[in-house]
């Protein structure tokens, strides 16, 4: 006569094993997914700023200026009708602040995550009442027009003083940036503060913090004055 062996099952340690490699398992899973979602949505904004950059220096060849930002949210630049094609003033003293003017330049309207990129110009670079012309009704840009855009990075070591406009992704956490005051109650990392406070100054650096919880991860580009000045002579604008 055979007698079966008893069945042996797995006890609860061995179960609870079990369940916290497949935990570790699906966190790695979920981590890494979320890493390669960020890695791309950097990657896809910033080549979207770059052709932002690209658009900007079409129209400035058109135009002989620069484009006004979007303060109203539609889409087109917004300007001063009593003055010509002069920019509505929503920022500090020589800049003008507001959305990418996505209509009038032809672009899709959003980042990579939904939200507005940020559009500062210098009001000197757009050639306003900052410039030669007292009564604003001159826009043109010429040799003369300077920047007064100032980036730093982190630490607030300066990269560039004199940017005629610069772009600006405020990343995962732009609805912030973008629908609530720029406090340090709403937004506490001080250089992302510098980058949604209507002032000359804006901070470019690396991300910084936790893929769920970015402390600053702004994307900011611009175009140097002596490359805006290099293809508008390049396309016969200037001199």
Request: glycine share 10%.
């Amino acid at each position: 006569m055979i007698l079966s062996r008893p069945q042996k099952g797995f006890t609860l340690i061995e179960i609870a094993v079990g369940m916290v490699i497949i935990a570790l398992i699906l966190g790695g899973i979920i981590s890494l997914y979320s890493r390669q979602s960020l890695v791309n949505q950097v990657r896809t904004t910033r080549v979207q700023l770059e052709t932002i950059k690209q658009a900007i220096i079409g129209y400035a060849l058109t135009q002989r200026r620069l484009p006004c930002p979007d303060t109203d949210g539609d889409g087109v630049q917004d300007t001063q009708p009593a003055f010509g094609v002069n920019c509505q003033n929503t920022g500090g003293a020589n800049i003008y602040e507001g959305a990418v003017p996505y209509v009038t330049l032809g672009l899709p309207a959003n980042d990579a995550w939904g939200y507005p990129v940020r559009y500062v110009i210098s009001g000197r670079a757009a050639g306003d009442n900052f410039n030669d012309d007292p009564n604003g009704a001159s826009a043109s840009f010429d040799f003369s027009s300077v920047g007064d855009i100032q980036i730093t990075d982190y630490n607030g070591n300066i990269l560039v003083n004199d940017a005629p406009l610069a772009l600006i992704s405020h990343g995962k956490n732009g609805g912030i940036a973008w629908n609530a005051p720029c406090t340090a109650a709403n937004v506490p990392d001080n250089s992302e503060r510098e980058n949604c406070d209507n002032d000359r100054v804006l901070v470019s650096s690396s991300y910084r913090g936790s893929d769920a919880n970015p402390v600053f991860d702004d994307i900011v580009d611009w175009i140097p004055l002596p490359v805006l000045k290099s293809k508008m002579l390049e396309g016969g604008v200037l001199p």
